[in-house]
């Protein structure tokens, strides 16, 4: 079976690239798929794995292709010039060479190699989503496709709370890893909706991603996207305050009067049996002076994908106290940049760094600068995301997961390409300039000719 589900991924690719080439008008419904794959990959084993460790502690097991890759590849073979003056590029390929020297270092290579792998995936969706990013209508069916996947999990974890599930993680595995993905879909659609949008597939997105934040009872899930709404509202509102903003601010209130008790319910169970500040807590504090020490020792990393095998193997977890249990030695430092220093070193963290800044800057500037152009709306949705992601970063590992790396992509992909497409369409405004003044200067001289005669 798993050579039958390798032919089918791979059989894929032409289809797609097929589908996409014969009916152009159809795109749309790859764009949707763009935004609801990350969501439903997992549930319905739309990938492969060409080189499978499922045993493997890290966070990448394999070299894995899934539909959602095949897809993003097929786009970028039926665009035009994909990668031409691609913004942001940079700061991602930058990334990708600091682990591509953590392949260099490690002491197991091919673990390390499969994060880099991982990477080229993501990157491809956000090159797959950044070519048509900028073009009218596009993003609005990506976020459809969005709006379906929060949908999905939002029932999911209804489902799994209605059956005695404290914290509920949907389709992802972890409540965590769930609620740092749904940050790029709150954010982003919320930005839609501030801008008139008015797409009720739209609302129900939104309204999901919040109550399925709230069923999994995340602290920081919760506490970050939080921020991230308040920043939102607050940026959107500077950006370019209308009675419309206003109204949905005022429907946002009452939507908080639904999730917020939601919420305080979840807290209220999963901390009825031990005080809040408790065990793990205590543990984050061990996990940290583990990962310190592998990065003093290493300071050009020990590796991509190498933290929970270096820190048991070599000692730092018992030395820095993490509990003697499999839960606490089989996963990583709660903390996003140590996390990266002790794999990756300097050079990673820098590297990651500029990898959130970058796109946050950029897209807060474009949004700014250009307060009439629609699509500034949902670039200062995606850059809110991004921001609040990183962030959270401080106080959770989980974004090194390929399933939250393809949403940062998405919304990545979008600041990019209506970066870019600004930029076409100001080339293409100033050459039609020039083309009507040339053929008026042309049409005077004629009539000026025809007076002289």
């Not at 073979?77 to 270092?105: D, E, H, I, M, Q």
């Not at 969706?125 to 990506?142: D, N, T, Y």
């Not at 972890?174 to 749904?182: A, D």
């Not at 030395?319 to 089989?330: C, D």
């Amino acid at each position: 079976m798993r050579i039958v589900g390798i032919l089918l991924v791979l059989l894929s690719i032409p289809a797609f690239v097929a589908w996409l080439r014969s009916y152009p008008r159809q795109r749309k419904w790859a764009y949707l798929c763009v935004g609801l794959l990350p969501f439903v990959v997992s549930a319905l084993n739309l990938d492969a794995a060409l080189i499978n460790w499922a045993g493997w502690p890290g966070y990448a097991k394999g070299i894995v292709l899934s539909l959602l890759d095949t897809l993003a590849l097929a786009i970028l073979v039926t665009s035009a010039g994909p990668f031409r003056k691609l913004p942001l590029a940079g700061v991602f390929l930058f990334y990708l060479f600091a682990v591509l020297l953590s392949v260099a270092v490690s002491t197991l290579p091919m673990s390390s190699a499969f994060y880099l792998f991982q990477l080229v995936r993501v990157f491809l969706v956000f090159a797959a989503v950044a070519s048509f990013a900028g073009q009218p209508g596009a993003v609005r069916w990506l976020c459809f496709g969005l709006a379906l996947g929060a949908t999905f999990q939002a029932v999911m974890t209804i489902d799994q709370r209605m059956s005695g599930a404290i914290q509920a993680a949907g389709t992802m595995g972890h409540q965590n890893l769930l609620g740092l993905m749904l940050h790029f879909v709150t954010l982003p659609l919320l930005a839609l909706l501030l801008a008139g949008e008015r797409s009720k597939l739209i609302m129900m997105g939104v309204f999901a991603g919040l109550v399925a934040v709230a069923l999994g009872a995340s602290r920081g899930s919760i506490g970050f996207v939080a921020i991230g709404l308040a920043l939102l509202f607050l940026l959107s509102l500077v950006r370019r305050p209308t009675p419309h903003k206003w109204k949905i601010v005022g429907l946002a209130v009452l939507v908080m009067a639904v999730v917020v008790p939601i919420g305080i319910s979840s807290f209220h169970e999963r901390f009825a049996s031990r005080p809040i500040y408790d065990g793990p807590d205590g543990e984050r504090l061990a996990f940290e002076r583990a990962a310190k020490a592998m990065w003093n020792d290493h300071p050009m990393g020990v590796g991509a994908n190498q933290y929970v095998v270096t820190a048991n193997a070599d000692g730092y977890s018992e030395r820095a106290g993490v509990t003697w249990s499999y839960a606490s030695r089989s996963t990583n430092v709660h903390n996003m940049y140590l996390l990266t220093g002790a794999e990756l070193g300097w050079i990673g963290l820098a590297s990651l760094v500029l990898l959130f800044a970058w796109p946050v800057l950029r897209g807060l500037h474009f949004a700014f600068r250009y307060r009439t152009d629609p699509r500034g709306d949902v670039v200062l949705g995606a850059s809110v995301a991004i921001l609040v992601t990183a962030l959270h970063g401080i106080v959770e590992w989980i974004f090194v997961t390929g399933h939250a790396q393809y949403v940062f992509a998405i919304s990545m992909g979008i600041i990019a390409g209506s970066i870019r497409q600004h930029r076409r369409d100001t080339a293409a405004n100033a050459r039609a300039k020039r083309r009507r003044a040339v053929e008026a200067r042309k049409t005077l001289a004629g009539k000026a000719s025809v007076a002289r005669g």
